[in-house]
């Protein structure tokens, strides 16, 4: 009869073998089903290899192995497919229900998860029927509203969600594990699968995924979203690392390079609930900014750069920097636009204040900068520059820079300042002619100072 000719193989794919504890034996868990039928006379491995890759697309360029149900024996029994005889064993045996179940299973040494020719003729058990709902994911609780809640659509973790490569995946699921509570830790990693289990003892949870052919796309593979321990204090949460923090607070301190740790600290506390350290908050900031902006050091290579754009969009400024002569690492910048100078001589009492104050950068230093007053009593910067420290050297090469900038002799100059020490010296030695005193109220302040 034709239909004796016909064999329906139930495919089970993308599930994985798990150990039975305590029983010597493997259940296949997770995963999808798919039914096909053949013609018993035109099966064999080859075709039985193109429809599993025809319906996991995602297993080709993958090691993948094939094992069949040894009809009737419960709880289950599998053989593995490895060769045309093996289909013809898998038909024989089979001849009278006309069924037989295949599972598919990606190789993956490193996971332990495949079982081995010591375990393979062992008992074998399905356990996956149970979760099956018309095809569709099988992992229980993967649709569980609560899991899902208050995180970031891109953060949604079922099998299918794609990231668009690996450490957004990874961010996700420490997103995922934050907000809920878990430890989770990376098992592996490498350029095509990421897996993740808890970090509790005996707890099921787990994820996986794995490249795409686009060659950095991730997609989740597997899940286990059960998680049976106790989890873990908000407060004490480890899996908040810098570098986690760091991707997470990226918009953050985008609009704002500024932000206080605190303010970030806030943020971090209202979204996920963490109350971290001050320090790891302002590390992860500080790490933020690299990852942004470049770091601190690397940015000093862009002084001459720097210099030459200011000059292309500000034609006639006085800008120029100074390098150490010995070793050529950054000393001085000094800047003073065109603008700036023109509206000093056009529109300002020619009454010059001078003042430093410190840099708060990883390389400290100093800002010194000149300013006056115009028309309204408005405060009108003239000059600004960064030196290393506030001595006659860097305050002398300072005035020498901004008596360049006006390029013009200007009669009846004066300078204000506080008494820092060279400062008056430096006045004298580049505008000779130029009158100087000191600042009332740096004067009082230091008189009620000394009167203390
Ligand atoms: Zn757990």
Not at 235 to 260: F, L, Y
Not at 320 to 342: A, E, H, L, P
Request: with cysteine.
């Amino acid at each position: 009869m034709e239909c004796n000719n016909v064999c329906s193989i139930l495919l089970k794919f993308g599930g994985y073998w798990t150990e039975v504890k305590g029983q010597n034996r493997m259940k296949y868990v997770g995963g999808n089903q798919k039914t096909l039928k053949f013609d018993r006379s035109h099966i064999n491995l080859l075709l039985l290899k193109e429809q599993t890759e025809a319906i996991c697309q995602w297993i080709r360029g993958h090691a993948y192995d094939l094992h069949y149900h040894i009809s009737g024996t419960s709880p289950k029994m599998y053989m593995p497919i490895k060769s045309e005889n093996d289909v013809i064993d898998m038909l024989l045996g089979s001849r009278n229900v006309n069924k037989v179940e295949v599972v598919v299973v990606v190789i993956d040494h490193q996971e332990g998860m495949i079982y081995t020719d010591e375990t393979q003729r062992g008992c074998v058990e399905d356990v996956s029927a149970t979760n099956m709902v018309n095809n569709d994911i099988l992992v229980d609780g993967l649709y569980d509203a609560s899991f899902v809640g208050g995180v970031e659509e891109t953060n949604i973790l079922c099998v299918g969600s794609r990231f668009e490569d690996s450490s957004s995946f990874k961010q996700a699921i420490r997103s995922n594990a934050i907000l809920q509570n878990f430890a989770i830790r990376i098992k592996a990693s490498d350029k095509s699968r990421v897996i993740a289990t808890c970090t509790y003892r005996g707890c099921p949870w787990r994820i996986r995924a794995s490249l795409c052919s686009d060659g950095h796309s991730f997609e989740v593979r597997k899940l286990l979203s059960t998680h049976l321990c106790p989890g873990v204090n908000r407060a004490g949460n480890k899996q908040a690392t810098s570098s986690w923090i760091a991707h997470e607070i990226q918009d953050i301190v985008k609009r704002n390079p500024d932000v206080t740790p605190k303010d970030i600290g806030n943020n971090l506390e209202t979204t996920f609930g963490l109350s971290l350290p001050y320090m790891k908050i302002w590390r992860s900031r500080e790490l933020a900014r690299e990852q942004m902006f470049g770091s601190v050091d690397d940015n000093y290579k862009w002084v001459p750069t720097l210099r030459s754009e200011l000059l292309n969009r500000n034609p006639g400024s006085h800008i120029t920097y100074q390098c150490d002569k010995q070793n050529g690492s950054f000393k001085r910048f000094f800047v003073s636009f065109k603008v700036c100078i023109d509206g000093f001589l056009a529109g300002c009492r020619y009454l010059i204040g001078i003042d430093a104050c410190h840099l708060k950068s990883k390389y400290l230093g100093v800002l010194l900068s000149a300013n006056s007053l115009d028309g309204n009593n408005g405060l009108f910067n003239i000059a600004f520059a960064v030196a290393e420290s506030e001595s006659k050297k860097s305050w002398e090469w300072f005035l020498m820079n901004l008596s360049q900038s006006f390029d013009v002799h200007i009669e009846h100059l004066a300078f204000i300042s506080d008494m820092e020490k060279g400062l008056g010296e430096a006045i004298k030695t580049v505008f000779p002619h130029a009158e100087h005193r000191v600042c009332m109220r740096h004067l009082w302040k230091n008189l009620k100072r000394l009167s203390l």
